[in-house]
């Protein structure tokens, strides 16, 4: 069957990639594309005494609507502004209405069909008193009874919600609350990716399915498989739940909560990745032990940097001590940021690294085997494999594998859970055993630092990548709002050889500031655990230079001396750097004579293990540590460039110039 000029042959080539990935069997995809042409919603009529038809009838295939698609970055915000989403969230999570939230039922409890009949019945009541246009539901129990009503409408959108709900609720933070927790239990995720790179258009979206689709049961035996599609020419996401085994009349329709990849991909985890739903006991976990992870993880997924010879980069040695700079400094870029800032140092632009004195990329340079036989006195503003300084989960894997189970003093304590679920949910029981606080932050390996992050204390929400933060900031009172609130500092290294290691510091360095006042109540507040969701409002940005930064900290703080703290940090950048060159490639930092580099640290100050979460006297005299959150490539320095006018000047003077001068940078 054809719809006007969108034809099947069109839906799969849109199409059939997702249709594969999410396992639906071809025999049902022309079922499929009717139902979504026709916008055909299943809702409450699914399956039934059709069941016993397997996969050849079309009535096996039914589509679902997502009741919410949300970022949860916006989840509080959205559920604050409407409170028509507050009630049917509620609705769909079973909460209670009251500020004192009463303990209910879980969907994922077992209960029998009596109690199910019972429940129905009172929902159905209910609705009828309220005149509300609800729909009913049961747990997709076939009972053998007409409580399943039957519906056949077209597919409401995503934002629709019945105007019958739309009336305000009373102002209750803990629902909001309830629900922000409870909902990890039945949301599910899709990402659609438009193009190439990560932005924010790519990343995750969370959905929560409709009043049917939220009782479907668990099972390790399931009968049913419930995917996303994202329907293209309705710019909106469905869920397509078939059967994927006979079911016999009476049988409940039950799928399995932990169906995805990383399940395939390491079926041993299986316990691990239903505590979501299903609690586990500390001594059920036994000894698990962390170990350092082996060279594949460093190279997967990787392009492999091939090291010049010994011999070869003799050569080059050789050439870079001869080598004439007394003209302009030609520079081969595709970044010039920093480039259009230089003042002091003359250079020209070159469209050929074969004929550059200075190779300038952003992008990620492989040949430099090719650079020192073509080019040998060329300096090239990258080290081979210095991704396991710049990418996260390669530094977490050096600084977590060295010294003791919780790594360094300096760097927290991390975990990469693609391949330490199990070492991370024993970490975690314990500390919950001891009373210990553990609260974490979970962010991807691949993303800048303000995409995808999240805050949580949760378990279930945790099982994500995640790395944790420092639970216990040291704070800043800002004047323009008066809160105390969290900072981080960024500092720039350059680093022109390894092995030994020579490395030197700006002196100078910015700070990025919080907006909210500093609280552990909403961890999903980004305006106050995070300092660089902020740029795109100006207004919220406070833009303060180092020097003004240090007269106020030592004014708040006034046991504190700048100069010791400054001294903690340059011993911690020291020692990242030294860990990143302590293994040979692919597990360290490749020597190469001709490469430098410019890296942007990240800084937080934290109190000692005797600081407490919250700062109440600021007049009580403790110790302050510095702590390492991560290495950048190639930062962004346009706040530095605006701030100190000799920046560009002293990267490009201290990296291939070899004029250092000790007013600007520190030899760390």
């Known amino acids: 069957m054809e719809f006007g000029d969108y034809h099947f042959e069109h839906f799969l080539q849109g199409h059939k990639s997702q249709l594969e990935a999410g396992g639906i069997p071809p025999e049902l995809w022309g079922s499929l594309y009717s139902k979504l042409m026709q916008q055909v919603s299943d809702n409450t009529n699914v399956f039934g005494p059709s069941c016993r038809i397997f996969r050849t009838d079309v009535a096996v295939l039914r589509i679902l609507d997502h009741a919410w698609t949300f970022r949860p970055l916006h989840a509080r915000a959205q559920l604050e502004e409407l409170p028509q989403l507050v009630e049917r969230m509620k609705s769909l999570l079973d909460i209670e209405g009251d500020d004192e939230c009463n303990e209910s039922v879980g969907e994922n409890e077992i209960t029998s069909d009596e109690q199910e009949r019972l429940k129905v019945e009172q929902q159905l009541q209910a609705s009828s008193n309220s005149c509300e246009l609800l729909l009913c539901w049961t747990r997709l129990h076939v009972l053998g009874c007409p409580l399943i009503l039957l519906l056949a409408a077209p597919l409401p959108r995503l934002e629709s919600v019945d105007a019958s709900l739309c009336y305000t609720v009373k102002d209750n933070s803990s629902v909001v609350d309830e629900i922000l927790q409870k909902m990890w239990k039945y949301i599910q995720t899709y990402t659609i990716k438009y193009k190439q790179e990560m932005d924010e258009e790519s990343l995750p979206l969370w959905y929560i399915m409709d009043e049917f689709g939220v009782r479907i049961s668990h099972s390790d035996r399931p009968n049913v498989r419930v995917v996303p599609l994202y329907f293209v020419p309705h710019n909106a996401a469905y869920s397509v739940i078939f059967l994927i085994k006979p079911v016999a009349d009476g049988e409940e329709i039950c799928r399995d909560f932990a169906d995805h990849v990383i399940s395939r991909e390491h079926p041993e985890w299986r316990d691990f990745l239903m505590l979501p739903w299903v609690e586990m006991e500390l001594e059920h976990l036994g000894d698990i032990r962390r170990e350092p992870p082996d060279e594949d993880f460093f190279l997967s997924g990787r392009t492999v940097d091939v090291v010049p010879s010994e011999s070869a980069q003799k050569v080059a040695a050789t050439v870079l001590e001869r080598r004439n700079l007394s003209g302009p400094l030609r520079i081969f870029a595709d970044e010039l940021q920093l480039i259009e800032n230089l003042k002091e140092v003359d250079y020209v632009e070159v469209s050929d690294w074969r004929n550059a004195d200075v190779i300038w990329l952003r992008r990620h340079f492989s040949e430099f085997v090719q650079a020192c036989e073509e080019n040998p006195g060329v300096l090239i503003n990258q080290f081979p494999y210095e991704s396991c300084i710049t990418v996260k989960d390669l530094l977490s894997a050096i600084l977590m594998n060295q010294d003791s189970e919780d790594g360094q003093s300096w760097y927290q304590t991390c975990f990469n859970l693609y391949t330490e679920l199990p070492q991370f949910v024993s970490y975690y029981l314990r500390r919950k055993a001891s009373g210990l606080d553990n609260t974490w932050i979970i962010k991807p390996w691949n993303l800048a630092r303000n995409m995808d992050i999240h805050v949580s204390n949760d378990l279930g929400q945790i099982i994500r990548l995640m790395e944790s933060g420092p639970k216990r900031p040291v704070l800043f009172n800002r004047v323009d709002n008066n809160c105390m609130v969290k900072f981080d500092l960024r500092f720039i290294m350059f680093v022109t050889d390894v092995r030994p290691l020579r490395a030197f510091v700006y002196n100078n360095f910015w700070i990025r500031f919080a907006i909210n006042e500093f609280s552990m109540h909403r961890l999903d507040d980004v305006d106050t655990h995070f300092t660089v969701f902020n740029y795109t409002d100006d207004e919220k940005v406070l833009r303060m230079n180092c020097d003004d930064f240090v007269k106020r900290f030592e004014d708040t703080y006034v046991w504190i001396k700048w100069s010791d703290i400054q001294s903690k940090i340059m011993v911690v950048l020291r020692k990242a750097v030294e860990a990143a060159c302590l293994f040979d490639p692919p597990r360290g930092i490749a ?40 290495f950048n490539f190639m930062p962004d320095c346009e706040r530095a460039c605006r701030y100190y006018p000799d920046f560009a000047d002293t990267v490009f003077q201290t990296l291939f110039l070899n004029n250092i001068n000790k007013d600007k940078v520190t030899e760390i």
Do not use: F, P
């Open 591 to 630: 020597k190469n004579v001709q490469s430098r580099a410019m890296y942007g640290a990240d800084i937080m100050l934290q109190w000692s293990d005797s600081g407490a979460v919250h700062l109440i006297n600021i007049t009580e005299e403790r110790e302050i540590l510095a702590t390492l959150l991560e």
